[in-house]
């Protein structure tokens, strides 16, 4: 997976927010390593790589824990929310307005 195709997935499937992340994970990743997979997981930018390279996934780990502090539509201040019993990390307004989609209200 490339970086446009990780950018063109966590777009479609979150938004805006952990663009700059992703940029940021493929100007760290070593020549020799492979994003397999980006995908956002229990409200967490998520990526998979082979072959496993410790300190590049040290890195991973980093941003997966970054992201948890960052809203996945917007990039503004987020936090873990809940909405139908699927996790995502939202800011107050992305939070209510998904509340307000799914009827949650």
């Known amino acids: 997976?490339?970086?446009n195709e990780s950018k063109a997935w966590i777009k479609e499937?979150?938004?805006?927010?952990?663009l700059s992340l992703i940029d940021s994970?493929?100007?760290?990743?070593?020549?020799?390593?492979m994003i397999t997979d980006t995908y956002q997981k229990w409200g967490a930018l998520?990526?998979?790589?082979?072959?496993?390279?410790?300190e590049?996934?040290?890195?991973?780990?980093?941003i997966?824990?970054?992201?948890?502090?960052?809203?996945?539509i917007c990039g503004t201040k987020?936090?873990?929310?809940?909405?139908?019993?699927?996790?995502y990390t939202l800011c107050t307004n992305h939070y209510q307005s998904k509340l307000k989609n799914n009827q949650q209200i």
């Open 13 to 18: 499937k979150c938004g805006d927010g952990w």
């Open 25 to 33: 994970v493929y100007d760290h990743k070593p020549d020799n390593v």
């Open 56 to 62: 590049f996934g040290n890195y991973l780990d980093e």
């Open 78 to 87: 987020g936090e873990e929310r809940t909405v139908k019993e699927r996790v």
């Open 46 to 54: 998520t990526f998979d790589h082979k072959p496993w390279d410790e």
């Open 64 to 72: 997966n824990e970054k992201s948890m502090g960052i809203c996945e």
């Open 1 to 3: 997976m490339n970086r």
